[in-house]
């Protein structure tokens, strides 16, 4: 499975961001599919998560409520609306996918994913 990753940009606070994630192969629509993120002089954090068949999903703390991960399997398509964003959320951010269901509580643990996308950079500054 390959990943590519699109959708970074710059952004002031308070507006949005919409990245994209297209998988090579239609398996990847049986994938667990996640959402990471990597900010200068920190550790890699688990943003969101998304389960096939039940679609159910798990998100860190810090963008409950203000990021939503969705996906498109017709277009082998992963996606990560991120409205209210602020400077904290300026990081580089990466897709993966797991071949296969995960429970809910490994959705953000990086070490279980299989895949990973290149990266794509959010800045959000005024």
Not at 29 to 55: Q, S
Not at 60 to 76: E, H, L, P, Q, Y
Not at 108 to 124: D, F, I, S
Request: aromatic share 10%.
């Amino acid at each position: 499975v390959q990943l590519q990753a699109s959708g970074g940009g710059l952004v002031q606070p308070g507006g949005s961001l919409r990245l994209s994630c297209v998988a090579s192969g239609s398996a990847h629509n049986y994938h667990t599919v996640a959402w990471f993120r990597r900010a200068p002089g920190k550790e890699r954090e688990g943003v969101a998560g998304l389960r096939p068949g039940d679609r159910a999903t798990r998100y860190a703390d810090s963008v409950k409520g203000r990021f939503t991960i969705s996906r498109d399997n017709a277009k082998n398509t992963v996606y990560l609306q991120m409205n209210t964003l602020q400077p904290e959320d300026t990081a580089v951010y990466y897709c993966a996918t797991y071949s296969g269901n995960l429970i809910t509580g490994s959705m953000l643990r990086p070490n279980v994913y299989n895949y990973w996308g290149q990266g794509t950079q959010v800045t959000v500054s005024s």
